[in-house]
């Protein structure tokens, strides 16, 4: 669920018309809800209730200092990936001291970053690191507190590039392997084993995987808690959100029309499935949810710059690209492309939406049925508030886009769009090709 609707004929976010964002700050510009958010946030706790549960927000979704800062306020610490990652923790106000570090190559300076800043736990993801680890603890005079990453070996069923639970992936130790790099682990001086991790993949639409890797690794979790007193089990993130569907979905009667088994996953069926599993272990548990707390939660909005009618095909060419937003050039990810000003009595237009850079892959959907739109026309792209800005690259020269975030009937830009000068900053001509 969430927070985008038309009032009369625009979209609004929360009590926000769109087309007045756009107004004032330009396209393309993402758009984010903060009470869609919280919503996500209280649902999700919620559904483990009577767990000792830590959210730990997997920030590479979106790490707007804003939506960091929010995060922050509702309780939640962050599960990062990198000392950039960290900074921002640090920057936004965030506890580094409920925090986790995750990643399969962290470097000495990020190591010594995070153990300056107090994480709660290395997600350690290979014996090698695990010297690293102790290495610069040992030089700081500090013990490390360190969760080795499992993997569960479980079919994810979902984009093969984004499932990470299976043996043939990078991440984490194997099971099998995993009590000798725990033994490994407990040799080192500067290590402190504190806990255990797993993460299968992301957008998994149901509950069935989850089942599969948390009844695996429950009794290895069981038996570190006897042998090293362990204090917490990750199990990861990994909820999906619905795309197809994702302007009907903001409403509470979308779901409860969908029968059963037809049921995207939601944060209370995630919730019963796994407290029965979890519960009688005695641990803290964490989560790193990522895409469902902030996906469903943002738009790109865009505007349309040409309708170039072709010889049997359409192309409406936005001022958005994928630059802006990678997932469809890169996972032919679906985003649902809705018109910011709707207007039922005009004719449908079947149109390849794509953007202005020079690639065939810039292209965000193919054969789409719009309402027919023409220059200056503002669109939006649902579920984008989950890997679109963090994923966004300067290729052909486009800066950065703007981000905002509204509240109620307040909003306000949370990030300026790049300009010129910033992309060149730290770029020079060297003296040898000026003579
Ligand atoms: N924890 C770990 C260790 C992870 O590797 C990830 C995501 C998460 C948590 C958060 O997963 P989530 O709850 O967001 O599914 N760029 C891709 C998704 C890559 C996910 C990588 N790891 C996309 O746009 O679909």
């Known amino acids: 669920m969430h927070h985008f609707h038309y009032v009369g004929q625009k979209l609004h976010c929360e009590d926000v018309a769109l087309d007045a964002v756009a ?9 984010y809800s903060a009470r869609t958010i919280e919503d996500n946030y209280r649902r999700l706790i919620s559904s483990l209730a009577g767990l000792d549960v830590q959210l730990c927000y997997a920030m590479k979704a979106n790490s707007n200092l804003a939506i960091l800062r929010l995060f922050s306020n509702l309780g939640s610490a962050f599960d990062l990936v990198s000392g950039g990652e960290l900074r921002r923790v640090l920057a936004a106000g965030g506890a580094t001291k409920r925090s986790v570090f995750a990643g399969v190559g962290k ?143 903001g409403d509470a009667a ?79 990810a679906y985003h649902e492309i809705v018109p910011v000003v709707r207007d039922t009595g005009r004719p449908a237009l079947k149109a390849d939406v794509v953007g202005p850079i020079c690639e065939s892959g810039d292209c965000f959907a193919k054969d789409r049925t719009l309402q027919t739109l023409g220059e200056g026309e503002l669109v939006a792209f649902m579920s984008a508030g989950a890997y679109g800005y963090t994923m966004a690259s300067r290729y052909n020269t486009r800066p950065a886009a703007a981000e905002v975030l509204v509240s109620g009937s307040r909003f306000e830009l949370v990030n300026a769009r790049e300009t010129f000068e910033t992309m060149l900053a730290g770029e020079k001509i060297p003296a040898f090709l000026k003579s």
């Open 107 to 249: 470097t000495e300076a990020e190591i010594k970053l995070a153990l300056e800043s107090g994480i709660y736990g290395f997600h350690v993801e290979s014996e090698p690191e695990l010297a690293r680890i102790n290495h610069v603890a040992g030089r700081l005079g500090v013990k490390a507190p360190v969760a080795i990453r499992i993997n569960p070996d479980v079919d994810a069923k979902t984009h093969a590039k984004i499932t990470t639970g299976k043996s043939e992936n990078k991440f984490g130790i194997p099971l099998k392997a995993a009590a000798a790099a725990y033994e490994a682990a407990a040799r080192f001086p500067h290590l402190a084993i504190r806990g255990v991790q797993m993460h299968i993949g992301s957008q998994l639409t149901s509950a069935a995987p989850f089942i599969e890797a948390v009844q695996k690794v429950v009794p290895f979790v069981e038996q570190l808690k006897q042998l090293y007193g362990i204090a917490y089990f990750s199990i990861g993130g990994g909820i999906g959100i619905v795309y197809q569907d994702a302007l009907a979905s």
């Open 254 to 332: 979308w779901w409860n029309a969908k029968p059963e088994g037809e049921r995207p996953l939601t944060p209370e069926a995630y919730g019963a499935a796994l407290k029965p599993l979890l519960a009688p272990l005695g641990l803290r548990i964490l989560l790193e949810p990522g895409r469902f707390m902030v996906g469903n939660a943002g738009v790109l909005l865009s505007r349309v710059e040409y309708l170039k009618r072709g010889q049997g095909r359409n192309f409406l060419v936005v001022d958005a690209a994928m630059n802006d937003l990678v997932r469809p050039a890169m996972y032919d």
């Open 23 to 31: 107004g004032l700050h330009g396209t393309p510009t993402y758009v």
